[in-house]
Every structure is written in C-alpha cells, then in structure tokens.
C-alpha cells in the first residue's frame, strides 16, 4: 500500500507514546506510523498489543542514540515527520542517577536532530515535533501562570535536561533552518502510566493495602491533563502548528497532592466496597523531594486560541476511569512491577 506520509515516532512503547501511536495508527491509515523505543523498565510492548498488526504500523526496537540505526532508519523509511517522546521520565530517577537522562534526553535529542538535519536535504513538507514538559519553566508560587514566554528556570535533573533539548531543539531551527515545532505539557495521567508517577503508584498501594507516600506536606500543586487530551493536542500541533512555534498544553486541572490523593482514596474505596475512610488511614506524610517544585500551572491560551484545542475530559471522570482501568489490568500492574524494579524502587524512594 502506497502511504501518504511516514512518520518517525520515538518512546512510542511508553505511556502518553503508546496513546500516540494508537491514535495516529487508527486515524491516519494513510500514514505509516514507525515506532523506535528502547524498551527501558519504562516501555512495554503490551501497552500496544492492539494495533501491532496494523498494516500501518512498525516497531524498531532501539536506541535514539544509535547514530547508525538512525541513519539506516531514514534511508529505508524517508520520514516526513518526527515526533520525538523517547526519555527518561522520572524526576526521582533523575535525582538519583542524572546520567541516563543527560544520556537520552539531551544526546538523544540531538542525534536525533543531526540525523534530521544530515536527511533531509529538502526540507519541503517536513517536521520535527520536539515533545517537553512544563518543568523547564521552575516552580511557581501560589499564583501565576507558565506561558510560552516564561523564562526557563529548571531545577531538576530532569527538568534540566529537558530544557537543554528544548534549546537544541530551537537552535536548530535557527542555525540550520530545521522545521522544529515544540510543546510543553503538565502532568499527564490515565491508562498505561508507569506505577512509579503519583496517581497509578497511589492506585497500585490502595490496592494492595501498601502505605500512600506523600511527599512533604503534600500540598505542592500540579496541573493533572487526561493523555488522550494530551494524544490530541499533538495531533493538533503536529497538523496545524507553526514552524518554529511552542504551545504549552494544560488541563486547566490544579490538585494539591494531597487532595488528589484522598480523591484516589475515596474513589478506590467505593470501587473495591472498602469503608469509607479506608484507604485515607493508609496516608503517609515522608521526607520532601530534594529541590521539590513548588507548583505547576499553565496558561494554555494560545493553543486554544491559535489551534482551537481544549481538554476535554474533568478530573472527577478522569481519576474514576484510570482508577477502573487500573483495578481491570492488574496483570499489566503485576508484570510491570515485577522484577528489577520493585528492587530499585523501594530501594530509592520508600523506605525513608
Ligand atoms: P515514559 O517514561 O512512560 O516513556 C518513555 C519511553 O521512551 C519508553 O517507552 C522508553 O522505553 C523510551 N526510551 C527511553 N530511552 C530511550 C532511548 N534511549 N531510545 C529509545 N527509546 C527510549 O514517558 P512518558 O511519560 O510517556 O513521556 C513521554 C514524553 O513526554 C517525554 O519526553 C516526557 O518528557 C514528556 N512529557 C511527559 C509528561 C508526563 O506527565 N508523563 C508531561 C509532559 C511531557
Ligand atoms: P510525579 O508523578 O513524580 O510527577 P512530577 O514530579 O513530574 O510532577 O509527582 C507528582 C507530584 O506528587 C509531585 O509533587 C511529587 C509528588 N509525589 C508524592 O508526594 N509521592 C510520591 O510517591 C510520588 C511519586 C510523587
């Protein structure tokens, strides 16, 4: 089958990737969609089991610093579009072992830009779509908003990381004219995160009756956004975003950690006909992240106004559906918990 366009999705096996490469697979039959990830403890095949034999879609497993791999993949495949998710993901991670994120977020970016760059002699039609966080913009306090001109001011490892891609990202396209276009989300959630981010490591404990961490005094603030909303978004971005161009993308959703989690605690109790109160008597308050942001918030304004998206999915809806989805999947749980990991875990982080 003769393909209109074929695109490169990188850490396409990981949680809001898999989303991605759901959506473009089902929506765009006339794109060959070409998913390169590492599967690291982070990717998992299964997360995709239902599109891997779609006409449309391949996997490669690899690294996104394989200078080789990446110039035979732009021979055989003549990418017309990049969509760039491949990374680490964990800020705990990055305060424990800041390596591997410099490793893959920032060399990995730029491989993967130099490899753009060495194939695409005619840029005509191309894109590299660069996807980052808002935790390059720092902390804010209890007021205000990040907005697409707020300064930089990482503070974590893997904030900073982010941002030093996000400036090769532009340089790139000022220096040597690479169509770039970039965007930077809030916290995503809903089915296939990685048990380690707050909401699924919440729902994974109340489950097995596991103490509820709670970092600090819990009342440090995140801007939670479905990642279908976030599938969506990029989408939007991919199609209709300017060159050169950021969008911050938010759910227009703030929680106090804590309140977030006696949300989870009230919402798993009625599902698993617990008491009521049950899960809250599981609450932990333990010692702060090192260099913890204080809260996240976006002004996702001109997105909306320039691109026409909006989130779509509330919060109450949205912690009800990945708790359900959750409890539905505990073989995908137990089998991405297995193993090394549980070891690393908590190891790091709760036992503390
Ligand atoms: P994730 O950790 O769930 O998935 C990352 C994927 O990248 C995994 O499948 C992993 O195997 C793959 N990968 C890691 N290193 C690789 C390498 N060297 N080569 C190829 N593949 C590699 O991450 P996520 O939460 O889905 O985040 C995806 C992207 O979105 C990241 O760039 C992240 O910074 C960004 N982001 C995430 C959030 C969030 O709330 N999760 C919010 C904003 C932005
Ligand atoms: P996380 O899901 O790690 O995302 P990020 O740090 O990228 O925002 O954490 C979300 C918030 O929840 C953050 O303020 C840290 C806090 N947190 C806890 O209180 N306990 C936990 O066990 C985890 C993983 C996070």
Not at 67 to 78: I, Q
Not at 192 to 197: I, L, S
Not at 280 to 287: N, P
Not at 312 to 321: C, I, Q, S
């Amino acid at each position: 089958m003769a393909f209109s366009s074929t695109l490169l999705i990188t850490g396409g096996a990981g949680f809001i990737g898999s989303h991605l490469v759901r959506r473009f697979v089902n929506k765009y039959p006339q794109y060959r969609i070409v998913n390169l990830d590492l599967l690291t403890y982070a990717g998992n095949l299964e997360n995709l089991h239902d599109v891997e034999q779609a006409p449309n879609y391949t996997f490669v497993k690899g690294d996104i610093n394989d200078e080789a791999l990446l110039d035979e993949l732009f021979e055989t495949y003549r990418f017309d579009g990049v969509i760039h998710l491949a990374a680490e993901s964990h800020v705990d991670r990055s305060i424990s072992n800041p390596m591997s994120f410099i490793q893959t977020n920032v060399f990995g970016t730029v491989r993967l830009l130099n490899a753009a760059r060495k194939h695409w002699t005619d840029k005509s039609g191309k894109r590299f779509y660069h996807i980052s966080t808002d935790e390059v913009y720092g902390s804010l306090g209890e007021t205000g908003l990040f907005s697409e001109t707020t300064p930089y001011d990482p503070r974590s490892p893997y904030s900073a990381s982010k941002a030093a891609s996000d400036h090769f990202v532009r340089a790139y396209f000022h220096t040597y004219d690479l169509p770039v276009v970039l965007s930077n989300c809030s916290n995503n959630y809903g089915p296939y995160q990685f048990p380690e981010k707050l909401i699924p490591l919440m729902i994974h404990n109340i489950f097995q009756q596991k103490p509820l961490p709670v970092y600090g005094d819990g009342k440090y603030t995140r801007d939670w956004l479905w990642v279908e909303d976030h599938a969506d978004a990029i989408d939007t971005v991919f199609h209709k975003g300017t060159i050169g161009e950021t969008y911050n993308i938010g759910g227009n959703n703030e929680w106090k950690n804590i309140d977030l989690v006696h949300a989870l605690c009230d919402i798993m109790d009625e599902l698993l006909e617990r008491p009521a109160d049950a899960s809250r008597q599981l609450i932990h308050f333990v010692k702060d992240r090192p260099g913890h942001d204080r809260r996240y918030a976006i002004d996702a304004e001109k997105i909306k106004s320039e691109l026409g998206w909006t989130p779509t999915v509330g919060a109450k809806d949205g912690l009800r559906r990945t708790a359900e989805w959750y409890l539905a999947h505990s073989g995908w749980l137990e089998r991405v918990t297995s193993g090394a990991y549980l070891n690393y875990y908590t190891q790091q982080y709760h036992n503390r």
